[in-house]
């Protein structure tokens, strides 16, 4: 809590265990940097200490054994299969008119009813979920790429510190979804301009929490000695820092895809995204809205696929922060 | 106090005019010739370069950025390329019902965060800081437009308290305006509440720590006495830097929120002028949501340095 601008205020660190991260929904900008390094110890006001809790009693265990972990990657793994494997096996796809009868209720021919024209309500949620799948996998590591070089340089340099931070500074300044109504606006709505968003979005938040976690390796024992035995920057930065930064990299690939699923689902809600005749959660949702008073039915796919997705990926999120800072 | 603000003054004002470069550069980066479209397919080559030296295109760059931004300061952004109206007149239509929104969910999400991050900081059993943190995560992570028709499916559709959305200036009439008001406040407040309440909490835990709390229950104060007088407002101070970023959000967030809502405010301005590709009202906007955001991240450090002055005295 040195300096009280902005972006860099308190790293919280709830009792719950959940650790700072502000997730897509509100606040891309608020979210802190991390410090993983704090084990909490939570004093009850009356200064006694407790020891429950599985966060605090177990500091030496793999995040692949944390049960919160296991389970939001089991949700997903679940729904990623399911938006990849399941449309191939449906008899009819997302744009079909399979049916007369439109906005048609739950049946055993179409699980999720029929939408406004007649098309299967199952396939066009599968189809949404490819569609975030798509935005994740072709943003995700455009914003990585970005913000962790940004970031690296603005560790390794300190006349690019200033400049670079300060350009996160700007972008930050901007809400997501502005950013994504100037993408629209500029390169015309569609994918391209969410998943440049998305990019542009995510990426300060990495180089910056790439930039501290660097830091504070580079005043670690063994990169002075790694430098004492003549290792080049290049080399130094490449093969031992980065290696050692990678947890945090991880949880911050997990913010991204949450936040790529919301902003896909974000602007396609706004109609900038996927335009009409495909579909995606996000506009699946925004139909639903419309229709709510004759077909209530519509709206329970995309709204319980896409607060999963963007649940699940925050919980990774924050798990992965907390197992990995135990350690 | 007048130090600390001349320090932060040229840090902020630079932010902000490296934030106006890319909002000028929204118009030069954009695909086709703003002149062309507006002359219509059909224009000669001469209407088309008269309307560009009206629009003042055939200038250098440097000179259309700077008349620009002076136009700006002056609050003239030129007229709306879809219907020639000023920008500053449409952008001001919309801005006070976007604020009236915007104050309510802050509101809310101030009242909302105490009990909650209190609640957390406190919480002995695992089981109940588990659940909280639940609830935290879930008030943050679920996008608005998600629990916007999630309250309108229940609270409008299936209970039919309130109307599925619509606007009635609440001056007017003060008791129908406030039920249009709820849903999209109590929408627009969640994810705010529940980072405000993480913030509170991690502050509040570390106040438990600090000696001068340890001697006040030394001396036997009561649990409340000690939350209310010694706790609450030495945790206060880091939230106000929190909640000058969360006004920005709120600001993002009512674009979904006033679509999902019907709510007449600069939302549904912004996201029509971006499908219409209207330059000058996309840049106000843009213009606008930045210098609010920026504005309210230096007031509230000064609030911040107002109320602790170890802030303002750090080098």
Redesign the interface.
Known sequence: MSEPTGHGATPPETAGGAAAAPGPAGAPATTPPREPHEPHEPHEPGGRHEVDGAAERAPSRGPLRDPVVLGSLGVLVFLALAGLILPSLLPHGPNELVSDRALDGPSWGHPLGTDELGRDLLARVLAGIRVSLLVIVSSVPLALAAGGLLGLFSSASRWLDTPVQRLFDVVLAFPSLILGLACAAVLGSGLTSVIVTVAVAASPVTGRVLRDAVRSQATRDYVVSARVLGVGTWRLYLRHILPNCFDVVLVQAALACATAVFVEGGMSFLGLGVPPPGASLGSLLSTSLNVLTSAPFYAAGPLVVISALVLCFTLLSDALNRTMAAR | MLRYLLRRLPVTA??LL??TV??FA?LR??PGDPAATLAGPDASPEAVAAIRHDLGLDRSLARQYLSWLGGALHGDFSTSFVNGAEVSGLVGRGLGNTGTLTLCALVLAVLLAFPLGVA???????RL??A???L???M???????TG??L??VFS?ALRLLP?GGYVPVLDDPVEGAQFLVLPSVCLAL??A??LA??L???L?RV??EEH??AS?MRGLS?RR??LRH?LPNAVG?L???L???I??L???A??VE??FAWPGLGEA??S???A???PM?QA??LL??TV??VL?LF??LV??LVDPR?RE?P
């Open positions: 630079l932010v490296l934030a890319p909002i929204v980066m954009a957390t900081a406190l919480a002995r059993t695992a800081r588990t909280l943190s639940a935290n995560v879930v943050l992570a679920v996008p608005t437009y998600v028709v999630l309108t499916m559709g599925p994810p705010s529940a980072v993480r913030f909490a991690a502050s835990q438990f720590h709390y340890f229950r649990r000690l939350i706790g880091p106000v830097t929190v000058g970023i969360q920005g959000h600001l993002g967030g674009v979904i679509a999902i912004m996201v002028s971006a499908n590709r209207d330059y996309v906007m843009l949501a930045v955001f920026i991240q509230s450090d911040y340095a802030v750090q």
